[in-house]
Structure formats: structure tokens, C-alpha cells
């Protein structure tokens, strides 16, 4: 029995196909059929029932598949226990994080962590959807925003505030908003995998505003274009719109009160322990994001602490 065709057997499981999992593993999918006929001939049992649409496993393969990735799990993190022992970091790191800020901030931080540690093999994956950690086999993943999944576990990265800005066009056309109430007949930029709403804090408690009028988009830079464009008010984190708000491109729309924030995490599944590479690719971008963050460095942020009209 050979440790590369349970690796591959356990691929195959967390990927749904034998093509994806070749894919995620950088391989012919020929390799990846091939290593996994040879384990089922090791094990004198069939662990994946295949059809000409779908993939299943067998009661076998149910039951092989925890002892698997166990197996899996355990090796891969020996490996990187003697790497460390050394003092080098080895081997495969598969990472998933949102659009905006992997082409922003993380890019240009990770850019650094590979160039100190050249034996790392890192498959960065960019998508705004919350993706299965677990499932679809991450190391581990970046979010910005809470993470409700009970089977990672998450730890922060950095802080993040969100604010309301507009074009100088936008205002100088439709005029300053002057209360939360307000805002609910203006036309909003709302991000597609949130809730429909906007939601602050402030002296009177929380409060929630749900815009009337709306563009909604899934992706936090197009967004920022489109206030740039002056189609509307928009919230976004500080993370996005830096340089927009440095250089006067768009502005902040302060209502006294302050936007429900939110932190930049990375989260790992609870099934399998924190890697030594996680461990390090977590100190190092929190020492390259900064506290506070570098993206709100000299920028003059509103505070809730003054009084303003929220109805």
C-alpha cells in the first residue's frame, strides 16, 4: 500500500471526480486513476463505485476514508515537523481567499513569505463565495468577515473597517446624505454575497438600513468602479477603496455612527491540526498587514463618538 495512492483515494473523495482531484493534486488524471486502482488492488476492495455520471464511494470506501485522510493528514504534517526541525517550511499549501483582497493585499504579502521560503509549493485560489474548507481540501482559507462554520477554526489576521463613500460627482449632483433614513431612498452599490442591508452602531444602538434603490455586484473592486462611477453610495472596506479615499477620488459620507466592521481571518478545519506552514504563513501576514492595518495608515476615519441624526 502506497502513501501516494491514499492520498489520491482521499483526493478523489474531498474533490467529487477523478479529474478535479487531479487538478488539486497537479496531476494527469491517468496518474491519479492509475494510483487508485493500485490501492483498491492493495486493499482487495473497492473503494469508489464509478459511473458514467457520477463518483460514490463504496461502504468500503466510507469506511477507509477517515483512517485515510488521517494517514494523509499525519505524514504531511511529519514532513513539515522535520522541514521545521531544520529550519525550513516544505511542500504543498493550498489557500483560498476573497477577490479583492488576494489581489490587493495578500498577493503582494504572500509574494515575500515564498521568497523565504522557497519549499513551498502554494496553490492560491481567489473566489468570493465561501467555499468548504473541509471539503474541498484547503489547508486553509482567508475571510474577511465572521466565520459561522463550526468545523474551522479561525483566527484573526487583522482588523477591517467598512465605510459609506460616494463620488464628489455623485454629491455635488444628488447632495449629502444627512441621515440613516435618508439613505434608504438613495441609490446603493450592495455586495451580492451579503445580506441586502447596511448596518451601523451608534450612540442610539444598533440600526439597519435597507436601500430601495439598488446595483448589486459580487465583487468588491467592481463596486468601488461603480461609486467611482457615480452611480450611487456604497459600503466598502477600507481595504479596497485606500488610494480612492487618500487622493479625494471618493469620499466618506459620516452619519455619526459606525458601520458593522469586520475582521481578516484565516481558518483552518478542525479535523486537522494547524500546519507548521499555516502557523507561519499567519505570522508573517499578520507582521505584513499591520496593527492597525497598513490600508488605513493616514487616512482620517470617522468616529460614532459624536451625536448625529439617525432618523
Not at 117 to 131: A, I, K, Y
Not at 153 to 176: D, F, M, N
Not at 189 to 196: E, H, K
Request: glycine share 8%; net charge positive.
Amino acid at each position: 500500500m502506497k502513501l501516494e495512492g491514499i492520498a489520491a483515494f482521499v483526493m478523489v473523495a474531498e474533490a467529487g471526480s477523478i479529474s478535479e482531484a487531479a487538478r488539486r493534486l497537479g496531476l494527469p488524471k491517468s496518474v491519479v486513476s492509475d494510483r487508485l486502482a493500485e490501492l483498491e488492488r492493495a486493499l482487495g476492495a473497492r473503494l469508489i463505485q464509478r459511473t458514467t455520471r457520477r463518483l460514490s464511494l463504496t461502504e468500503d470506501g466510507v469506511a477507509f476514508l477517515e483512517r485515510g485522510r488521517r494517514i494523509v493528514s499525519e505524514t504531511k504534517e511529519a514532513a513539515a515537523e522535520m522541514a521545521e526541525r531544520r529550519g525550513t517550511l516544505a511542500g504543498p499549501l493550498r489557500i483560498s481567499a476573497p477577490v479583492s483582497f488576494g489581489i490587493m493585499h495578500l498577493g503582494p504579502a504572500i509574494y515575500r513569505f515564498l521568497a523565504d521560503n522557497p519549499g513551498v509549493e502554494l496553490s492560491l485560489e481567489l473566489d468570493d463565495r465561501f467555499v468548504d474548507a473541509a471539503a474541498d481540501g484547503f489547508d486553509a482559507v482567508i475571510r474577511h468577515g465572521q466565520i459561522r462554520d463550526s468545523r474551522l477554526i479561525a483566527k484573526p489576521l487583522a482588523t477591517s473597517r467598512r465605510v459609506l463613500v460616494a463620488s464628489p460627482s455623485y454629491l455635488a449632483e444628488h447632495g449629502q446624505p444627512r441621515s440613516l433614513a435618508e439613505l434608504e431612498g438613495r441609490r446603493a452599490i450592495l455586495y451580492t454575497n451579503r445580506d441586502p442591508d447596511w448596518r451601523f452602531r451608534g450612540p442610539q444602538g444598533a440600526c439597519i438600513v435597507r436601500p430601495r434603490k439598488w446595483l448589486r455586484v459580487n465583487n468588491g473592486m467592481i463596486m468601488r468602479d461603480a461609486a467611482l462611477a457615480g452611480l450611487g453610495i456604497t459600503l466598502l472596506a477600507t481595504f479596497i477603496i485606500h488610494a480612492e479615499l487618500a487622493s479625494g477620488a471618493l469620499r466618506i459620507i459620516d452619519l455619526g455612527v459606525d458601520a458593522e466592521g469586520a475582521q481578516i481571518q484565516i481558518a483552518y478545519p478542525t479535523n486537522r491540526s494547524e500546519s507548521a506552514k499555516v502557523r507561519a504563513l499567519t505570522r508573517h501576514l499578520r507582521q505584513a498587514f499591520g496593527d492597525p492595518p497598513r490600508w488605513e495608515a493616514g487616512l482620517h476615519l470617522p468616529s460614532a463618538s459624536h451625536e448625529a441624526g439617525i432618523l
